[in-house]
């Protein structure tokens, strides 16, 4: 049954110590978030300013790179199949790890044969393969993007949800920052610039998340 409006406001909140509102940080919902947000943030800048670099350097005129950064706008549209992502299953993912976690395992299988392809893909002999790589990458970021914010909610209560949003936000920006300066430094000095997305190729940080199951109302709210 339902608690009428009146009730909610009248219901007091339970005050914290500081010590207990930061443990939540700690608690393993939330480090798997940051982790989850890390391997959301890669994508984003591989696919607009990294490989906008990479192409410079290899020769690619200004126009095409410029026609290339529609890429990104596969963000931008990823609200038109946002539904499926939500009601559809995935046989067999969606009978083995759930709706929630095989469409996460869907997606970064995705990312990763993507930055595989444009580390194997030399843009001066060809570069229709690395545009449809890229384009691969940035589907299947989007829609990693689609199945987390799920993912995050249905995860834990409502009281926990400003911790979970904050752990995935940081992870998410420091990934922007590894996958831009951090990595081209990295590949300049170690690998060269085309083997960038075979270095972004991270383990998929959900192999230890449980689904989430349906999440029963805050008794503080």
């Avoid at 989850?36 to 984003?44: D, K, V």
């Avoid at 410029?66 to 990104?72: D, I, P």
């Avoid at 995935?168 to 085309?194: D, E, H, K, N, P």
């Amino acid at each position: 049954m339902s608690v009428p409006p009146a009730e909610i406001q009248d219901t007091p909140q339970p005050r914290l110590s500081w010590r207990e509102a930061l443990a939540v940080y700690l608690e393993p919902a939330t480090l798997r978030m940051f982790a989850l947000g890390f391997s959301a943030g890669l994508p984003l800048l591989l696919v607009l300013g990294t490989l906008s670099f990479r192409l410079r350097e290899a020769g690619i005129d200004r126009a095409t790179i410029g026609y290339l950064s529609w890429v990104g706008l596969a963000y931008a549209f990823k609200w038109a199949w946002a539904p499926l992502v939500d009601r559809l299953p995935l046989p067999p993912l969606t009978t083995l790890l759930g709706r929630r976690r095989g469409w996460l395992l869907f997606a970064q299988c995705l990312v990763i044969a993507g930055l595989a392809g444009m580390a194997n893909t030399d843009p001066r002999a060809s570069l229709e393969p690395l545009v449809w790589c890229a384009l691969l990458v940035a589907f299947g970021s989007a829609t990693q993007d689609i199945a987390l914010d799920a993912f995050r909610i249905e995860s834990a209560e409502m009281r926990k949800q400003a911790a979970l949003a904050a752990a995935y936000q940081t992870g998410y920006r420091l990934a922007m920052i590894w996958a831009g300066a951090g990595v081209l430094w990295i590949a300049a000095c170690v690998f060269g610039i085309s083997q960038v997305p075979l270095i972004l190729k991270n383990r998929l940080p959900e192999e230890g998340a449980d689904e989430p199951g349906p999440v029963s109302p805050d008794p503080g709210l």
